[in-house]
């Protein structure tokens, strides 16, 4: 890899389904200034409109020139012309979004998939800085994925690679947001994780009593981090949840090394928060899922370090290089 350069400043731009996340990132992978804006709800050319006039504003914010914009967002994108196929949170389909922001801008934009940024900023500055293949799996409201193999992502031939939430664990499971039966996020995402833990409050079971307590009997009102820090306090049934999450994700991982063969594999996004609880159960499934266990090198399972940064670091560092 080259040496970093602290200077050469790029935009890194997330866009997501609630708000518009900005920021400069030199040439460490550091965060030098932020800026957001509220996501404009159903309205396209609402959000290109926000989405440029917040690259101004970073542009403005900036001491020196800038050396790229990269824009990361949840949709099946082209990366090599810029286009988004589909976002499954915002109302675009067969959209040129590189286009639509560089004439606003004036200069070239970069749009990449945001689990894709996100495991090409944590190979870079982060988890993956000192390996050359890794997968970077984001669990949080789903499950996503990034792969860099031999200092390269992959997208695929048409930039859906590493869609790694839908490799199906259980055909005759749960139906998927995507269509599909059974997906890995069905079972091992945040969404999973709360929906098992309101069933356990709505049941009559006395494990659920802890978390009947911290939401008052009302299972609408359960969050993924109330779940967590009951399990930090030592609630056996949080723990529990955790513990069945981190098995069907290390089953999940398990079957996708045996394609992708990485080095390493990052934990990443809000329910990594969870630490051990979730990543300690992920390896020992992982350990005893592994095709050719106990006769071969065993990827190291950590978890990501970026946090939520990962996707605006990534954007900026490939808006910068011209590559990933």
Not at 216 to 236: F, Q, S, V, Y
Request: with cysteine; charged share 20%; glycine share 16%.
């Amino acid at each position: 890899m080259d040496q970093h350069d602290d200077h050469r400043t790029a935009i890194g731009i997330d866009i997501g389904g609630t708000k518009i996340a900005g920021a400069l990132v030199d040439g460490a992978g550091r965060i030098t200034h932020r800026e957001q804006v509220a996501t404009p709800a159903d309205d396209t050319t609402a959000i290109i409109e926000a989405t440029a006039q917040l690259i101004t504003t970073l542009t403005a914010a900036a001491e020196g020139e800038i050396q790229g914009v990269g824009i990361a967002c949840a949709a099946f994108v082209d990366a090599r012309a810029g286009h988004v196929w589909f976002a499954p949170n915002l109302p675009w389909r067969d959209l040129d979004l590189a286009a639509e922001v560089s004439s606003r801008v004036g200069r070239e934009v970069v749009v990449e998939n945001d689990a894709n940024a996100a495991a090409w900023g944590e190979y870079r500055f982060g988890a993956g800085s000192d390996c050359d293949d890794m997968l970077l799996v984001t669990v949080g409201t789903g499950v996503g994925g990034g792969c860099i193999n031999d200092d390269r992502l992959i997208r695929g031939a048409f930039g859906i690679g590493g869609e790694i939430g839908h490799v199906v664990l259980d055909p005759s499971g749960p139906r998927c947001g995507c269509g599909n039966l059974g997906c890995l996020e069905v079972f091992a995402s945040g969404t999973a994780l709360v929906r098992n833990a309101r069933e356990l409050v709505t049941s009559p079971s006395p494990l659920g009593e802890a978390l009947r307590a911290r939401c008052g009997g009302d299972p609408d009102a359960l969050t993924g981090h109330d779940i967590t820090e009951l399990a930090r306090e030592g609630d056996g049934a949080s723990v529990e949840l955790l513990d069945e999450l981190g098995t069907r994700l290390g089953q999940g991982i398990a079957s996708i090394c045996a394609v992708l063969d990485p080095g390493r594999v990052a934990i990443g996004g809000g329910v990594a928060d969870a630490g051990d609880l979730l990543v300690g159960p992920t390896r020992t499934a992982f350990a005893k899922h592994l095709i050719g266990r106990g006769h071969r090198p065993s990827p190291e399972i950590v978890v990501a370090t970026l946090g939520n940064d990962a996707g605006i670091v990534g954007a900026a560092t490939i808006a910068r290089e011209g590559r990933a």
